[in-house]
């Protein structure tokens, strides 16, 4: 069943350039448009303490200072929410299919925006890094916090690079990767979207048998191989019936490869692919674990890049 306009996406913002990235990301994705979204900030208070000081009159310049600061804060989320607006509805969404939030911090930034999160959304698109991110940083602190918690929903990590519409769809025949093709197909599934789904089979064919949790021993690699081949082609008609047409249907078995996470990193590089799409945790599932290890190797590796992350 297609996503209509009842679906809605959670779009915490900061008030950054890096935010207004994320609203302009959301504008090109032409599947979004028939969806509601949420633009979310949580406003960071002056803490109630601070205005006891009003009572000392050594502290009244003090106070007036960051009393001013605070209604600027304000005043400047406000101007980022009404341009984002515009942004929005200037790029084909319905003036009722945005709506806009601002909530005073109350738990803690990542804390309260999972909290919002519970409320019924299709997923949650944010950037990477927000208004205090620090250069050479992968993940901003918030979104760090969202990648490890947040795993009831789909969150989309926005990244500097134009998405566009190639679609790289990781599966490794874990149910969080299904998962994550059902959500590409009922999101993308009849626009003009192209998908490769891959497969990457880790090790060699000469791996050495005492070797078995780095490398498959090669009296293994062909039954994989085998199984994978044809999870791919279920995979293909799996997206054929949910609305894409075979032509915008591509898949792909790597083997012969020391990590999984860089060879799909790699595979998103060398062919241009603006978006990987992959399940929350795979088959080396932990039960300590909030999110696979090779999903966030992925994030880490193929940082210029917008990554989803479906539950």
């Given at each position: 069943?297609k ?6 996406l ?18 090109k994705?032409?599947?979004f ?11 960071s ?7 006891d000081?009003?009572t000392?009159?050594r ?8 009393r001013a ?21 200037g ?7 945005v ?7 109350k ?15 299709y997923?949650?698109?944010t ?11 992968v993940l ?16 989309i990590?926005a990244g500097?690079?134009p ?18 093709l059902?959500?590409?197909?009922d ?17 060699k064919?000469?791996s ?6 780095l490398?498959?021993?090669a ?22 019936d949910?609305?894409f047409?075979?032509h ?40 300590d674990?909030f ?21």
């Open positions: 069943m996503k209509q306009l009842q679906s809605k959670l779009v915490p913002v900061d008030g950054s350039d890096r935010s207004m990235n994320t609203i302009k990301y959301i504008s994705i032409e599947p448009k028939r969806m509601q979204v949420k633009l979310f900030h949580v406003f208070q002056i803490p109630e303490g601070f205005w000081l009003e000392d009159a502290s009244t310049s003090t106070v007036r200072e960051v600061w605070e209604m600027q804060q304000k005043k400047n989320i406000n101007k980022f929410m009404e341009k984002a607006h515009q942004l929005l509805i790029n084909g969404f319905s003036s009722n299919s709506e806009i939030k601002i909530k005073n911090r738990k803690g930034f990542a804390r309260d925006i999972i909290r919002e999160a519970q409320n019924g959304y997923a949650v698109v950037r990477r890094r927000g208004m205090t991110g620090l250069r050479g940083m901003g602190s918030v979104a760090t916090k969202l990648v490890e918690r947040l795993s009831f929903l789909p969150l990590l500097r690079k998405a566009g519409k190639k679609i790289l769809l990781a599966l490794d025949g874990s149910e969080g990767s299904w998962r994550a059902d959500f590409v197909g999101t993308l599934g009849g626009f003009d979207f192209e998908v490769r789904v891959i497969h990457v089979l880790r090790g064919e000469n050495h048998p005492e070797m078995p949790r490398y498959s021993p009296k293994h690699m062909e039954s994989t191989r085998e199984k994978m081949t044809a999870e791919l082609a279920a995979a293909e008609k799996k997206l054929v949910l609305g047409h075979k915008q249907i591509s898949t792909k078995l790597v083997s012969g490869v020391a990590s999984r996470a860089a060879a799909i990193a790699a595979e998103a590089e060398q062919q241009n692919y603006g978006t990987i799409v992959m399940g929350r945790r795979g088959h080396s599932r932990v039960r674990f999110i696979g290890r090779v999903t966030n190797k992925v994030i880490h590796l193929a940082r210029e890049r917008t990554v989803w992350v479906v539950r």
